[in-house]
């Protein structure tokens, strides 16, 4: 295992020189514009980076077969092992995962990879911005790596919990919510049917993670956020962690490993999924 979650841009561009470089995987994406993402790979990249789609790659269908409901599902394993496979991944790789919009979405193909069971993955602090300023360069060269067969997978090593958990566990479970404040709140929500949150639910913007340069803020810094909230490393292991769609909440549990707070379970569905049931209970304001 990788001793972080995150890695400087002077450490990668080391690694990059290294006999074994490590696989990039640029996961920059918009939720408004589903195929942003993948022209900015296309128009400028990190060299050597394959592009690693949300909505393709990063979840399941919509459908039946997945292990969570919402609009971005998990995908079942072994489909996600094969997309892994072919990006050239094998136990024995080391990976590094960035996005061009603060680590959303870099953060859950980290969480992704080490749900997968691969350990030795990370995400670039400060993304191409800080890749850039440390003297990096983008391309518009497709990555040449060769595939890999399927990764081997195993059992979990990322909990996940249920919506039916969490409905059982309301007034005893520790849910740690990911998005704005004010949808949070119930306000100015646009991207599911129904406003709100569950009930009992703390609130952690997940861009707070971050300092004004764009890189995460001090692990010291992040943990006292995090304890401030009534979580340390005795209970990191009871909370729930928790967005719109299981992507955000994926950088509030990188930020709690990178603060030493370990051990927290993602709801891959969120809220997207328990509000599209009317009878799970919803609540309104802080």
Not at 69 to 79: D, I, N, Q, T, Y
Not at 101 to 119: F, N
Not at 196 to 212: E, Q
Not at 232 to 252: D, E, I, L, Y
Request: glycine fraction near 12%.
């Amino acid at each position: 295992m990788t001793s972080s979650p995150l890695i400087g841009a002077d450490d990668l561009r080391a690694l990059l020189s290294s006999p074994t470089p490590p696989v990039l995987l640029d996961c920059s994406f918009d939720l408004a514009d589903t195929a942003a993402g993948e022209r900015a790979h296309a128009a400028g990249h990190l060299p050597g980076a394959a592009y690693a789609h949300l909505d393709r790659d990063l979840s399941g269908s919509k459908a039946g077969g997945t292990i969570a409901g919402g609009r971005h599902p998990l995908p079942e394993r072994a489909a996600f092992a094969a997309t892994v496979g072919r990006w050239g991944i094998t136990p024995q790789t080391r990976v590094v995962c960035y996005d061009a919009q603060g680590g959303p979405y870099a953060a859950r193909c980290w969480w992704m990879l080490r749900w997968l069971g691969h350990d030795a993955a990370q995400v670039l602090d400060g993304g191409p911005a800080a890749w850039k300023a440390a003297g990096g360069t983008l391309t518009s060269e497709a990555p040449a790596r060769a595939a890999a067969a399927p990764y081997p997978t195993g059992s979990h090593t990322m909990p996940t919990a249920t919506a039916a958990e969490l409905l059982a566990g309301i007034g005893r479970v520790r849910v740690l919510d990911a998005r704005s404040p004010d949808r949070f709140r119930g306000e100015n929500e646009t991207l599911d049917p129904v406003g709100g949150h569950i009930p009992g639910a703390a609130n952690r913007f997940f861009k707070d993670n971050l300092g004004a340069d764009g890189r995460w803020r001090p692990a010291a810094e992040l943990r006292a956020a995090f304890e401030a909230l009534g979580i340390t490393a005795a209970n990191a292991s009871t909370v729930v962690n928790q967005c719109g769609s299981g992507v955000t909440a994926c950088h509030n549990l990188l930020a709690m490993t990178q603060a030493g707070l370990v051990g927290s379970a993602l709801y891959p569905g969120s809220w997207s999924e328990w509000c599209a049931d009317p009878t799970r209970p919803v609540a309104t304001g802080s």
